[in-house]
């Protein structure tokens, strides 16, 4: 049975909610040492059909770690930290030591513990789009300009996979399409949109990266970025099979092989049958498991979370 990859992005629980955040602990650090704790004892970390990441902020990055080796490496051999993003550039011997004043370098996170990175996230997307457009408004208002601009968001996501890679990290990169790049019509005329799309970051994001492989691993989050937020409505089965497939085929047209395809739109226990129902898709990308009343995540909902998918993939 091929190992089914599980990615969890706990983004703002370094923060307690009093002080708007997420963590329902007043000490973050506490509560990531009880997450760890309780994956050990739902046994996710003895599974050998299983790869758990948890990404996290970087002041939760050494108590995660710590607390890992405080258990036996049986109970964690499937356990693995991963933080949210590098710096498109690093230090090296003889080089730039530390010229990164707020930013992380890729060998910073593994040398915190990390051994997977996650690049291209769509908020890092919009994030760095926003930053160009605000040196050149107009750019947003033309569609060749803005074009470029993906390009150049793009290029930066290129150089810190190329960075986490280097560093000895393994990487997830994300890719999807917005509202207005998959745009109006029937599903049918949308496709070539959505493809071209995928093609153009993939072909980008990946250029170059495949001299660490086999000794990295590489594996592609789809991130519908149109339906991702509150009360939005996610794509249903076929959309995602068409587009884990759509990645999948460029994939291997550029190399002759095929990466892992997680989905990325919010793996949660009322998607996770249907998900792993999809052939294309190899696992998923975990944020929450609670989201009416106080949003929150609890081991105890990941573990429902593969569980459901576990019982989906015996059905099959």
Same mark, same amino acid.
């Given at each position: 049975?091929?190992?089914?990859?599980?990615?969890?992005?706990l983004k703002r629980f370094d923060i307690p909610r009093a002080l708007g955040g997420v963590c329902?602990?007043?000490? @973050?650090?506490?509560?990531?040492?009880?997450?760890?704790?309780?994956?050990? =004892?739902?046994g996710l970390g003895r599974r050998d059909d299983l790869e758990l990441t948890l990404f996290l902020? =970087?002041? /939760?990055? /050494?108590?995660?770690?710590?607390?890992?080796?405080?258990?036996?490496?049986?109970?964690?051999?499937? %356990?693995?930290?991963?933080?949210?993003?590098?710096?498109?550039?690093?230090?090296? @011997?003889?080089?730039?030591?530390?010229?990164?004043?707020?930013?992380?370098?890729?060998?910073?996170?593994?040398?915190?513990?990390?051994?997977?990175?996650?690049?291209?996230?769509? =908020?890092e997307r919009k994030d760095k789009l926003g930053v160009i457009a605000a040196y050149d408004p107009? !750019?947003?208002?033309?569609?060749?300009?803005?074009?470029?601009?993906?390009?150049?968001?793009? &290029? #930066?996501?290129?150089?810190?996979?190329?960075?986490? /890679?280097?560093?000895?990290?393994?990487? #997830? %990169?994300?890719?999807?399409?917005?509202?207005? =790049?998959?745009?109006?019509?029937?599903?049918?005329?949308?496709?070539?949109? !959505?493809?071209?799309?995928?093609?153009?970051?993939?072909?980008?994001?990946?250029? &170059?990266?495949?001299?660490?492989? @086999?000794?990295?691993?590489?594996?592609?989050?789809?991130?519908?970025?149109?339906?991702?937020?509150?009360?939005?409505?996610? @794509?249903?089965?076929?959309?995602?099979?068409?587009?884990?497939?759509?990645?999948?085929? !460029?994939?291997?047209?550029?190399?002759?092989?095929?990466?892992?395809?997680?989905?990325?739109?919010? #793996?949660? %226990?009322?998607?996770?049958?249907?998900?792993?129902?999809?052939?294309?898709?190899?696992?998923?990308?975990?944020? %929450?498991?609670?989201?009416?009343?106080?949003?929150?995540?609890?081991?105890?909902? /990941?573990?429902?979370?593969?569980?459901?998918?576990?019982?989906?993939?015996?059905?099959?």
């Amino acid at each position: 049975m091929a190992t089914r990859k599980i990615f969890v992005n706990l983004k703002r629980f370094d923060i307690p909610r009093a002080l708007g955040g997420v963590c329902p602990e007043h000490d @973050p650090g506490q509560w990531m040492e009880w997450v760890i704790a309780q994956c050990v =004892e739902y046994g996710l970390g003895r599974r050998d059909d299983l790869e758990l990441t948890l990404f996290l902020p =970087e002041g /939760l990055l /050494l108590k995660a770690a710590h607390a890992l080796s405080s258990f036996p490496a049986e109970a964690t051999r499937s %356990l693995r930290l991963g933080c949210q993003g590098v710096f498109r550039e690093d230090v090296a @011997p003889g080089g730039n030591f530390g010229a990164f004043t707020t930013n992380r370098p890729a060998s910073a996170a593994r040398n915190m513990g990390c051994s997977w990175a996650m690049t291209g996230h769509s =908020e890092e997307r919009k994030d760095k789009l926003g930053v160009i457009a605000a040196y050149d408004p107009s !750019i947003l208002a033309e569609e060749s300009r803005q074009n470029r601009a993906n390009r150049a968001v793009d &290029g #930066l996501i290129h150089a810190e996979t190329v960075c986490a /890679l280097r560093a000895g990290l393994n990487v #997830l %990169l994300c890719v999807g399409e917005t509202a207005a =790049e998959k745009g109006e019509g029937s599903f049918a005329e949308q496709q070539p949109r !959505i493809a071209a799309v995928l093609r153009s970051q993939l072909e980008a994001g990946l250029q &170059g990266v495949r001299e660490f492989l @086999p000794e990295r691993q590489i594996a592609i989050a789809y991130e519908p970025v149109w339906a991702i937020g509150p009360g939005k409505t996610p @794509p249903g089965a076929e959309y995602i099979a068409f587009v884990a497939g759509t990645i999948k085929n !460029i994939i291997q047209e550029l190399w002759g092989q095929t990466l892992p395809v997680v989905y990325g739109g919010g #793996l949660k %226990l009322e998607n996770a049958a249907a998900i792993a129902g999809i052939d294309a898709i190899d696992g998923g990308l975990v944020a %929450l498991t609670r989201f009416s009343g106080t949003i929150g995540f609890e081991p105890a909902g /990941l573990n429902e979370i593969i569980a459901a998918i576990d019982r989906s993939a015996a059905g099959r």
